[in-house]
């Protein structure tokens, strides 16, 4: 008798179970919102798997490439594929110093050159998701790769399934409740502003671009993390200190055969404005050039990528991500005497 009853407990409960789930389901789509992929330590590390591959160029830096690459026009153009290790908000050093150190990679890379997030005082907090992100990588288990690989295909499923939106944590944080003395709170970004795919390229959604009312969410948030903030970077001893490591990572990689450059990402408004003033480019871009021996890509120095207007000041428009992209195979196949390999191959893997 007993076991009867807790029998049709658990039925009750399975019921309860999938109604919450499919109801959660249902409304998260019909909010506008589909399947996509958690940006996490997780999938980055699925990701810095594939840096050995021989006809492949690795991505690293903050937000800017990540969202400003179109990964199937990269692969479309260049016959390789694109390995995008950028992290949103964090400094590429820990990353560029990681690639360095391991003697099998010997590929070609791209950093993203973002001042605040290279040169800024507090580098020590930016470089925290890749810290995070690299010890998984190095740690992880059988046990976790089986469930990466399960969560991968549920979450190409199921919507409700993206922590970075729609988590305890995230949506607690919608709430928006007033913060206590000496604590910051995190801004909350609109979820609509971008969805990321398997290969980790970000995308802003129509949902967003549509609505100036997401957009100025937006920005403000950016207020608030700093986007109108002037102070000047490192300079002096700890500025050459920085030079110094980066050089050293760089010279690493280059001597087994492998090719680094370094991209200045556009941006506009307000983000232009205090970068521009807080990071000169003949103090800081110049500079990292010259001591480090590295070619360089700076957007300004090429018309048909110097003006773009991005919705949110730090990233471009999808419609111009297609544009950058062309373009930046150009220069590094003309200008920087990249070799790729034959476009017949281009989805070949």
């Known amino acids: 008798m007993q076991s009867k009853s807790m029998f049709k407990t658990f039925l009750l409960t399975m019921v309860i179970v999938v109604a919450f789930m499919a109801s959660w389901e249902l409304y998260v789509r019909g909010r506008g919102f589909s399947p996509t992929y958690n940006d996490d330590k997780v999938l980055w590390a699925n990701k810095r798997k594939e840096v050995y591959q021989d006809n492949a160029t690795v991505f690293i830096g903050p937000s800017r490439i990540k969202f400003d690459l179109d990964i199937p026009l990269w692969k479309h153009l260049t016959g390789e594929n694109a390995i995008q290790l950028a992290m949103v908000g964090t400094s590429p050093r820990p990353i560029l110093r990681d690639l360095a150190n391991d003697e099998n990679f010997k590929g070609k890379l791209v950093v993203d050159i973002m001042e605040t997030a290279v040169f800024s005082p507090a580098t020590f907090i930016t470089e925290k998701s890749a810290r995070e992100a690299l010890a998984y990588y190095k740690g992880e288990t059988p046990s976790q790769r089986t469930s990466a690989e399960l969560g991968f295909k549920l979450e190409s499923s199921v919507a409700f399934l993206e922590e970075g939106k729609f988590g305890l944590l995230n949506l607690l944080n919608d709430l928006q409740l007033p913060s206590r003395p000496g604590i910051f709170m995190f801004p909350s970004m609109p979820h609509e502003f971008a969805v990321s795919t398997f290969d980790r390229q970000t995308l802003m959604?129509?949902?967003?671009?549509?609505?100036?009312?997401?957009?100025?969410?937006?920005?403000?948030?950016?207020v608030r993390l700093g986007a109108l903030n002037k102070s000047p970077g490192i300079k002096g001893d700890t500025l050459l200190t920085v030079f110094k490591e980066i050089k050293d990572a760089v010279d690493k990689i280059r001597a087994r055969g492998g090719k680094v450059v370094f991209v200045r990402m556009p941006c506009s408004g307000a983000y232009l404005e205090s970068e521009t003033v807080a990071y000169p480019r003949d103090q800081y871009w110049e500079p990292l050039l010259k001591y480090t021996e590295t070619p360089g890509i700076h957007y300004s120095d090429y018309a048909a990528i110097a003006n773009f207007t991005c919705p949110e000041w730090s990233h471009l428009h999808p419609r111009d991500v297609v544009t950058f992209t062309n373009e930046l195979v150009r220069i590094l196949r003309d200008e920087k005497g990249?070799?790729?390999?034959?476009?017949?191959?281009a989805f070949s893997k």
Do not use: G, H, N, Y
């Open 205 to 222: 959604t129509p949902m967003f671009l549509s609505s100036p009312e997401l957009i100025k969410r937006q920005t403000d948030c950016w």
């Open 338 to 345: 990249w070799d790729f390999a034959p476009k017949t191959t």
